[in-house]
């Protein structure tokens, strides 16, 4: 794709997704499937994601395509195409305006809490304060593959930051996309720390009060601006 074609905003943000996509198949967050959207600035309904095919440790800026709203191949290199989820994409991004960034992945442990009955993924980390409203269950575990089961998934977020699909993975939303690198690796913890402090005793979550103490004292800001 000739370089010259792209805005300044289209490429900033196809060298942050291409950054958080490498960044956290490094730390073992973003494994071989699983893709981050952006919404184009000014654009309408353009975003920017992954391709269906391209190695998750070594996608460039240039690898990435743009979709219209519907998922449809806008621009990028001859040949590419969406991931077959894009849906998951462009149907949040069409009813989250608060929404510029999206994160679908596969995480081990923070599944598991899908899968026993009664047992709900808690906020115990103190990060975790992101996810004060809650972490909806979405209940269909195949592949979000058309605009519907991907509108479906989007009322189950509803106004929520994350939502999890049942024996299946996770969704995230932020402002940024290094908003939502920071809160991947986060939401990654805390599930990790509630697994864990399950098997010592009775968990105790943060309460409504620390979480608004928390979220007080963090410049969210500043702190997703160190990336």
Same mark, same amino acid.
């Given at each position: 794709m000739d370089q010259i074609t792209q805005s300044t905003d289209e490429a900033r943000i196809r060298k942050l997704i291409a950054v958080a996509t490498r960044t956290l198949n490094h730390q073992g967050i973003l494994g071989y499937s699983g893709h981050i959207s952006a919404r184009l600035a000014g654009s309408g309904d353009e975003y920017v994601i992954q391709t269906f095919d391209q190695s998750r440790a070594?996608?460039?800026?240039?690898? !990435?395509?743009?979709?219209?709203?519907?998922?449809?191949f806008v621009r990028g290199r001859d040949g590419a195409r969406p991931p077959d989820e894009v849906a998951i994409h462009t149907e949040i991004l069409r009813v989250r305006g608060d929404v510029n960034a999206v994160f679908h992945f596969h995480p081990h442990v923070a599944t598991l809490f899908t899968m026993v009955k009664g047992v709900q993924l808690l906020p115990v980390d103190a990060h975790a304060f992101r996810w004060a409203s809650g972490i909806p269950v979405h209940p269909v575990p195949a592949k979000i593959n058309d605009a519907d089961m991907g509108a479906a998934l989007a009322a189950t977020?509803?106004?929520?930051?994350?939502? !999890?699909?049942?024996?299946?993975?996770?969704?995230?939303?932020a402002e940024s996309i290094e908003a939502l690198m920071i809160d991947?690796?986060?939401?990654?913890?805390?599930?990790?720390?509630?697994?864990?402090?399950?098997?010592?005793?009775?968990?105790?979550?943060?309460s409504e009060d620390d979480m608004t103490l928390i979220a007080s004292k963090l410049n969210r800001a500043a702190h997703t601006g160190k990336l």
């Open positions: 070594e996608v460039t800026p240039d690898d !990435l395509v743009v979709v219209d709203g519907d998922g449809n977020l509803g106004d929520h930051n994350a939502a !999890l699909m049942r024996a299946h993975g996770a969704v995230l939303v991947a690796i986060h939401f990654c913890e805390n599930a990790e720390a509630n697994y864990k402090a399950a098997m010592l005793g009775t968990v105790t979550p943060l």
